[in-house]
């Protein structure tokens, strides 16, 4: 049914990497990070700490592991608060569609889209105090009106297609016919959509936690770490180099996936495929 | 075409109403006392509550609403509970940082976006349109604080061309702001332009596969003849709506760079009132903000209105 193509391969391969290291860090972690050992820091690379030592002797390596983790565990929640918010609003937009509801929702949709987001944001999180926790509000809010607008666009053009009609017919209500129709007609498109909104998350939350308002200490994160970095470039380039690898790698990661899984799973493209 | 307009008109002035009650409940629930976090923890009761009559803070929320939004609507924006100066005036100064950031950011940004997406749409499926996607891809994938880290560390420490950080101030002569803004507005510019590269390309393989560009050719112009004459304008309609757009979030979502690089810019100044508790910049400021991204909103689609004829019917 998926057609492998490069842009695919190349983002399970990356995404693979990032998740890899979250999940083996669960279980096993090359060095202890909670203890500080200034005699061994800022050591280079070596085949003990294969991405060196930061600031306070920790090992970098670790650091990124446990980073993988926050960075990975908020933005997957932020789009989960995106996706069970926002497809059932757009499906429900969809279903009175014309209606004043479907006005409001989408008129919500326009506000939200309006903030700056990065403000709001930096609002939300200063207000609720800084934790991951307030980022993953801070950074889920904003993936509302964008899988409400998207589910409620493509479910608008399926109502106007024939199995639905003939549901409807059947004596369906709008409900049901949203749920065991449209929905599962939905689901290339919010997979790719989920992906996009995933490596923006890793974005948002490497910013947010860079100026502070992300994860606190001592929870590693790679935001925090080029936030720590930041002073010590002249000293020590890889300190900044490390982390921000690790984000670029992982948002490319999740980029291509995107755009591979879009080719891989659209309907109109596996059927010129089949032919 | 009136109907559109109005109906618009309507909604850009719903949404900003609709937005300055959204910003003023945020930050009314936002915890912590302006006045008692002035005055410090030793503070008397009778000290902080004269502080709060002084500032307004007494008054109940309503008409403390209205005198904000009447207030902006005259272009007063309050004094600051921190600075006790004018909050219009330091908003005044702190968009001379901004403003020319955003314009410098989106400047570049087109600079590198639109030649490098023509190219790859006309080299379409070879070699140089590969390549212009990979640089895209990575450019997306850069988050733009690290990259100024980065450029700090090679053009401010290590070969000293730059400052690595700083405003010097345009009193000190137009090259010296400039210089100052230079890194700063690379960072902003390098993930929008990939944005922008990709879709000018887009566009420009979109109108490509038109009838008329098919009839040019016929004609016996040359690929680059008709991409030069005939489908770039044509294809830049989609890339100046993203460039507007852009300019808002430039203006917006400079807060981070505005701390690598320690800039006096509005960014720093909401993230610093944040801080500080001082509400009445934080509304004012955040506000603007707002204004500007639905203001640039409200224009790029009553221009569009007025390019493209089908959008002109009332019907739609």
């Known amino acids: 049914m998926i057609k492998p193509n490069t842009s695919l391969q190349f983002g399970i391969l990356f995404c693979l990497a990032p998740l890899a290291m979250a999940t083996i860090s669960f279980f096993w972690q090359p060095f202890d990070i909670t203890e500080l050992n200034i005699s061994n820091r800022l050591k280079s690379v070596s085949l003990t700490h294969p991405f060196g030592t930061d600031h306070f002797g920790r090992d970098m390596l670790t650091m990124i592991m446990v980073g993988a983790r926050t960075s990975i565990a908020v933005a997957f929640v932020a789009v989960g608060i995106g996706v069970l918010i926002g497809v059932p609003l757009g499906l429900f937009a969809a279903t009175c569609r014309g209606s004043i509801i479907d006005d409001g929702v989408m008129r919500f949709n326009d506000l939200v889209f309006a903030f700056p987001s990065l403000v709001i944001a930096i609002l939300i999180t200063a207000i609720a105090g800084p934790s991951a926790f307030n980022a993953i509000i801070a950074i889920g809010i904003f993936n509302i009106p964008v899988f409400a607008r998207i589910s409620r666009g493509a479910a608008l053009s399926l109502w106007q297609r024939d199995f639905i009609l003939s549901a409807q017919v059947a004596g369906k209500t709008g409900f049901r016919i949203s749920i065991e129709h449209i929905l599962p007609n939905l689901m290339h498109i919010l997979i790719v959509q989920a992906t996009i909104q995933f490596s923006l998350g890793i974005l948002a939350e490497a910013g947010l936690s860079y100026i502070g308002l992300g994860a606190q200490p001592p929870t590693p994160s790679w935001g925090r770490m080029l936030a720590d970095a930041q002073t010590m470039v002249s000293l020590s380039p890889r300190l900044a180099i490390v982390p921000g690898i690790a984000i670029i790698f992982t948002v490319l990661g999740l980029n291509l996936l995107g755009d591979g899984l879009r080719d891989a799973l659209d309907p109109r493209l596996r059927g010129s495929i089949k032919k | ?316």
């Not at chain 2, 307004?56 to 600075?83: C, E, H, N, V």
């Not at chain 2, 070969?159 to 101030?169: K, P, R, Y």
């Not at chain 2, 004459?229 to 044509?234: C, D, M, P, V």
């Open chain 2, 1 to 316: 075409m009136i109907n559109y307009f109005f109906r618009r008109l309507f909604t850009f002035v719903l949404s900003l109403a609709l937005a300055s009650i959204v910003i003023f409940s945020l930050v009314e629930i936002a915890p912590g006392d302006p006045a008692s976090f002035m005055l410090g923890i030793n503070a008397q009761a009778d000290t902080i509550a004269a502080l709060r009559a002084e500032l307004g803070l007494d008054q109940p929320k309503l008409s403390r609403y209205l005198a904000w939004i009447s207030g902006m609507l005259t272009g007063d924006f309050g004094i600051s509970y921190t600075y006790r100066t004018n909050v219009t005036e330091m908003v005044g100064d702190r968009l001379w940082v901004s403003l020319p950031l955003a314009i410098y950011a989106l400047f570049l940004s087109t600079v590198i976006a639109i030649p490098t997406g023509v190219y790859a749409a006309a080299k379409r499926g070879k070699t140089g349109d590969f390549t212009v996607i990979s640089a895209t891809q990575i450019g997306i994938a850069i988050p733009n604080f690290w990259f100024a880290i980065i450029l700090v560390g090679i053009f401010a420490i290590k070969l000293q061309w730059f400052s690595a950080g700083g405003f010097s101030g345009w009193q000190n002569g137009m090259l010296n702001g400039i210089t100052s803004l230079t890194l700063p507005a690379l960072a902003l510019a390098l993930p929008q332009a990939a944005i922008l590269s990709r879709i000018m390309r887009s566009a420009l393989i979109e109108t490509l596969g038109e009838d008329y560009i098919r009839t040019a050719r016929a004609k016996g112009l040359s690929s680059w003849q008709t991409i030069w004459g005939h489908a770039l304008r044509n294809a830049l309609i989609p890339v100046l709506t993203i460039i507007g757009l852009q300019f808002s979030f430039l203006l917006a979502g400079a807060i981070i760079i505005e701390q690598v690089f320690y800039l006096p810019g509005l960014g720093r100044l909401v993230f610093q009132a944040i801080t500080q508790r001082d509400l009445i910049v934080v509304e004012s400021v955040v506000m603007l903000l707002v204004f500007a991204v639905i203001l640039v909103n409200f224009i790029v689609d009553i221009a569009y209105m007025l390019v493209d004829p089908r959008l002109r019917q009332d019907s739609i």
